[in-house]
């Protein structure tokens, strides 16, 4: 039996309710009885784990367009960063990972060669995203 799939049934003993998202690798999966839901609901693909475990998923850069149509589908997400074994709600690890994105972006800047146009593109884009940021704050 995977780990996937052991953390899978821990995380479903304490809240059946609530949908699982693992990420692996490059892309995100639902398992078993979530990954049966979510294959008919999101019209993804149904393959096996294993020879017993049931999954279904999409790559890491659909996340934000899967994660809003369970929401308006009236659905519990929980996302399981599968490094970590963190449990994140779907609104927050999203934020998470846009912010890490952000910064990592910010970080490869050269300030030595811009000019002062960019610059200021740069400044304009900064606080467009953290508008975004801070929008539900």
């Given at each position: 039996m995977s780990k996937l799939y052991e953390k899978y049934q821990k995380l479903k003993k304490e809240k059946p309710s609530n949908l699982y998202l693992f990420k692996s690798g490059i892309f995100y999966i639902f398992l078993?009885?979530?990954?049966?839901?979510?294959s008919s609901f999101l019209n993804l693909k149904l393959t096996n784990l294993n020879e017993t475990v049931l999954k279904c998923g999409f790559?890491?850069?659909n996340l934000n367009k899967y994660s809003d149509l369970i929401k308006k589908g009236g659905?519990?997400?929980q996302i399981v960063d599968s490094a970590t074994?963190?449990?994140h709600s779907s609104?927050?690890?999203i934020?998470?990972?846009d912010i890490k994105n952000f910064l990592q972006?910010?970080?490869t800047i050269n300030t030595n060669e811009l000019s002062i146009r960019e610059a200021y593109s740069i400044i304009e884009d900064i606080q467009k995203q953290a508008?975004?940021?801070?929008?539900?704050f």
């Open positions: 078993e009885d979530d990954a049966e839901k979510m790559p890491i850069n659905y519990e997400l074994e963190k449990v609104a927050d690890y934020l998470n990972n972006k910010l970080s508008k975004e940021f801070t929008k539900d």
